[in-house]
């Protein structure tokens, strides 16, 4: 007698959050589905050159200074816009402070409001643009309207009247940049949203009782973990730019705090005088900060394009 294999609907099996029968009769987990996206990752040599440039700048910027302890208060006017010597590996800047330990503090300024920026900007849109999109009618109408009007304005154009409006700060600062930047993943997931909203699982929780944030916080923003997460990150690389460039207007924190665009800014105006250490540095600094955090961003959104059509 022969014994048959029972057969089981994919749809069944999806719905159940296993994915499809593999070759022996086996079935791959719902983890496999991880596995798999965080090979692609890996595979993506561009985008692990990435990871470790984010990994080394955190490193260098919020472990360095507690190893290369230097003076970034009072002015030493005996080394002023000195080249780099032992002492001073980048040399000094205008005023004496040591180039390298500008960068790591700069730095930590530069991470901390581009992460927190970030963060809150992505939190916000989320939610405004999952609920715009699940409750629809006039509602989603007034809300996706005032996100337009917003996007209407040019972005560098906004941020300088806000950094105008209020005093320079580092708390200020992540605010400003968080307020410009979730009408990008607000539209987003809104439109992610209008697609979720329709289906079986989302109809399955509303018979039996589940309100509307349940479904929102519960079932629709989690199924667009994917579609978040690959934002979020360069959320965080134009947050860095953003902060570069009101630095290098003149509205970023006031000194003696300082970030790489307020580096960069002070940096210029030696340009024709052969002080490269005030300028490249900085500059450096920034283009590999923003082309890290979009290169993992690229790798991420193949990442999960390649875990949702296995699941």
């Not at 939190?123 to 009007?149: E, H, K, N, P, Q």
């Not at 941020?159 to 209020?166: E, R, Y």
């Not at 005093?167 to 992610?192: D, H, K, N, Y």
Request: aromatic share 10%.
């Amino acid at each position: 007698m022969i014994a048959r294999t029972p057969i089981v609907e994919l749809d069944s099996l999806a719905h159940a959050g296993a994915a499809p029968l593999a070759e022996g009769g086996e079935a791959r987990t719902g983890g496999s589905a991880w596995k798999l996206a965080a090979y692609v990752f890996v595979e993506n040599r561009l985008a692990v050159a990435g990871l470790i440039v984010v990994v080394f700048m955190f490193l260098f910027c919020f472990v360095g200074p507690l190893i290369w302890r230097v003076d970034l208060i009072h002015t030493d006017i005996a080394n002023l816009t000195q080249a780099p010597t032992a002492a001073h590996p980048l040399g000094t800047d205008n005023v004496g402070y040591d180039v390298l330990g500008e960068l790591m503090v700069g730095g930590q300024t530069s991470l901390e409001i581009g992460l927190t920026a970030a963060l809150l900007a992505t939190t916000f849109g989320v939610i405004w643009g999952a609920i715009a999109g699940f409750v629809g009618g006039w509602v989603d109408v007034l809300m996706m309207r005032f996100v337009d009007s917003l996007l209407a304005i040019p972005t560098l154009f906004l941020l300088l009247v806000l950094a105008a409006m209020f005093t320079p700060s580092v708390p200020m600062l992540i605010f400003i940049v968080a307020l410009v930047a979730w009408l990008v993943p607000a539209r987003l997931i809104r439109g992610e949203t209008l697609s979720l909203r329709t289906r079986e699982y989302v109809d399955a929780v509303r018979v039996m009782g589940g309100g509307g944030t349940r479904i929102v916080l519960r079932h629709i923003i989690p199924n667009t973990i994917g579609t978040i997460m690959v934002n979020a990150t360069f959320q965080v690389a134009d947050a860095i730019l953003a902060i570069a460039a009101l630095s290098f207007l003149g509205l970023g924190v006031p000194p003696p705090a300082t970030n790489w665009g307020a580096m960069l800014s002070d940096g210029v105006a030696y340009t024709y005088s052969g002080y490269w250490w005030l300028i490249y540095p900085a500059g450096l600094a920034i283009v590999l900060a923003v082309v890290a955090f979009n290169l993992i961003g690229d790798a991420m959104r193949d990442a999960f394009e390649v875990r949702l059509q296995k699941r």
